[in-house]
């Protein structure tokens, strides 16, 4: 029987209230999360800043790319919240909604606890927190490895016939059935990689998991959809499962994590935002790619914070 997953403490709304009482709280905190060892650099030339401006809190001056004038910023520059007419105290309020709920918060829910003037208020600020959650930066994979493809979106059958596009709208999948396939490869017990993708033929495949997935991988599991077909090169590793013949676990060949790391996307964009257009579905995807891989941090709005 398998041991019951320990539930991870994450940071309750009485908690954040203590600790962000007021804007300067919510700036030192956006400081030491930006800049964690202490030592403040440049946005713009990546220098290591040594000026305070004096009469202004978390303002500093770079004379390495201004050797005049010096080039000033703050604390906001080159974050999210630069140039924002909103409160960081309610910039960190969104990311804690959207941190603390598994299956996310649509922006007209943020748009109603919030109280903002207009709902576009609310879907922008939830759009650039979804765009800094898009880690590129991560190591290959190299474990035991799991790879699927899966579709998201409504049938073109579905939807009037001027939104239907090209295509017949079968079940196939692409522009002519109105969904989009996403791709995706996850270490057991490890990390997901997902990302939007133009079709699921085997050279789009391959040039995604060659991105992210080693060629030394000591198991690599898929299914026998077409695009995997010759993935034994260069992944020697390559074992698949054929669901028509109903095979699904042999062994420790399966697809079963990545398959239960697609129905948390699927259930969060049915169950919480009801559609998602193909234009910002990426974004989306990268939210529910971050919380999977933060889902045993139990600092994970500290671990938001820091990519804004």
């Known amino acids: 029987m398998a041991k019951p997953r320990k539930r991870i403490h994450q940071m309750t709304l009485a908690e954040f209230d203590a600790l962000f009482v007021s804007e300067d709280a919510c ?24 000026h305070p401006v004096g009469t202004m809190p978390n303002k500093w001056q770079c004379y390495s790319c201004s050797p005049g004038s010096g080039y000033r910023f703050s604390h906001l520059t080159g974050t999210i919240f630069e140039n924002t007419n909103k409160p960081l105290r309610q910039w960190f309020r969104v990311i804690h909604m959207m941190m603390t709920s598994k299956k996310g918060v649509s922006a007209h829910q943020v748009y109603r606890t919030m109280g903002f003037g207009s709902y576009e208020t609310a879907l922008n600020m939830t759009h650039k927190i979804r765009a800094a959650m898009a880690d590129e930066e991560f190591k290959k994979f ?126 969060g964009i049915v169950g919480t935002y009801h559609k998602v257009s193909p234009k910002y579905l990426p974004l989306y995807v990268a939210e529910f790619q971050f919380r999977y891989n933060n889902r045993n941090n139990a600092d994970i709005f500290g671990a938001a914070v820091s990519g804004c």
């Open 27 to 50: 700036a030192d905190y956006l400081v030491a999360h930006r800049w964690p060892d202490g030592e403040i650099f440049c946005p713009r030339c990546g220098a290591l800043v040594t």
């Open 142 to 267: 190299i474990g035991i490895v799991e790879a699927d493809e899966t579709w998201i979106g409504g049938k073109a059958k579905n939807r009037h016939k001027s939104k239907r596009g090209g295509g017949k709208g079968g079940g196939g999948g692409g522009s002519a059935s109105g969904m989009t396939p996403v791709a995706g490869a996850l270490e057991r017990n490890g990390n997901v990689v997902a990302r939007v993708v133009k079709n699921v033929k085997e050279k789009t495949l391959r040039v995604f998991l060659l991105e992210v997935v080693s060629h030394k991988v000591s198991l690599f599991c898929t299914d026998k959809a077409a695009g995997y077909t010759n993935m034994h090169v260069p992944f020697r590793a390559h074992k698949q499962v054929d669901h028509a013949k109903g095979e699904y676990v042999v062994g420790a060949i399966h697809t079963n994590t990545i398959e239960g790391f697609w129905s948390i996307l699927k259930r």
